[in-house]
C-alpha cells in the first residue's frame, strides 16, 4: 500500500555534544523496500525536520527509525531507534503519533495513506469475497524462507475456488471421525 510518512520532530533528544547539552540530529528510515534519511539539523536536542517520504508498505510492515548525530569527523553517535507496525488504512486516514526512542527522547510522525494502485510487485490487500489474482497466492517471499528450508505443513493454506495440491486429498482429518468411526463407503 502507499502512504506517505512525516518525520515532524523530535524532543528531548539525547545530547552528543558540548558535554551532552546538544546535537546534530537526522532520522533514517527503514523499510523493505528502501532506507531515506532526513537533513540534519544543527546543534538543537528539539529538531524540526518536516520531511515527507512517498513509500510502498505491506500490511503489518515494521518500519523503523534511527536517529543519529551527525558528526564531520568520525563515526555518527546513535541517538536511539524505535519502530512501528504500519496496519491497514483508507486512503486518506491520518495516524499522527510520538514514538519513543531507546536511549533518550521521541519523535513524532504522521502516516497518511494514500490512494491509488500499488507499485509493481507489490500484492494489493485482500478484500472479503475477492479471490486472489492468479499467480499472486501465496504473496511472493512468504513465508520467508532460508535455502533448503520446507514450507510448514498446511501452507499455503487452502483459499475458496483451489484444488488440493496432488497427495493432499482428502485433507488430513477429513471427514471428522470418532473413534471407532469407519469412512463412509466410496469416500476413497
Not at 543519529?68 to 486518506?92: A, E, I, Q, R, W
Not at 486472489?132 to 483459499?159: D, E, H, R, S, V
Amino acid at each position: 500500500m502507499r502512504i506517505e510518512l512525516k518525520v515532524i520532530e523530535g524532543r528531548n533528544l539525547k545530547g552528543a555534544d558540548f558535554g551532552g547539552l546538544s546535537s546534530d540530529p537526522y532520522c533514517k528510515i527503514i523499510t523493505r523496500q528502501c532506507t531515506q534519511q532526513t537533513q540534519t539539523i544543527r546543534n538543537t536536542r528539539n529538531p524540526s525536520w518536516n520531511k515527507s517520504f512517498i513509500m510502498e508498505v505491506f500490511p503489518g510492515e515494521d518500519i523503523r527509525f534511527e536517529v543519529y548525530d551527525y558528526d564531520t569527523f568520525g563515526k555518527n553517535d546513535s541517538l536511539g531507534s524505535t519502530h512501528y507496525k504500519v496496519m491497514n488504512g483508507f486512503p486518506g486516514q491520518v495516524v499522527d503519533t510520538w514514538l519513543g526512542l531507546s536511549k533518550k527522547g521521541e519523535i513524532h510522525i504522521q502516516i497518511i495513506f494514500q490512494t491509488g494502485a500499488p507499485a509493481p510487485g507489490m500484492v494489493p490487500p485482500m478484500q472479503p469475497g475477492m479471490m486472489p489474482p492468479p499467480g499472486a497466492y501465496p504473496p511472493p517471499g512468504y513465508p520467508p524462507m532460508q535455502p533448503g528450508m520446507m514450507p510448514p505443513p498446511g501452507y499455503p493454506p487452502m483459499q475458496p475456488g483451489m484444488m488440493p495440491p496432488p497427495g493432499a486429498y482428502p485433507p488430513p482429518g477429513y471427514p471428522p471421525m470418532q473413534p471407532g468411526m469407519m469412512h463412509p463407503p466410496g469416500f476413497y
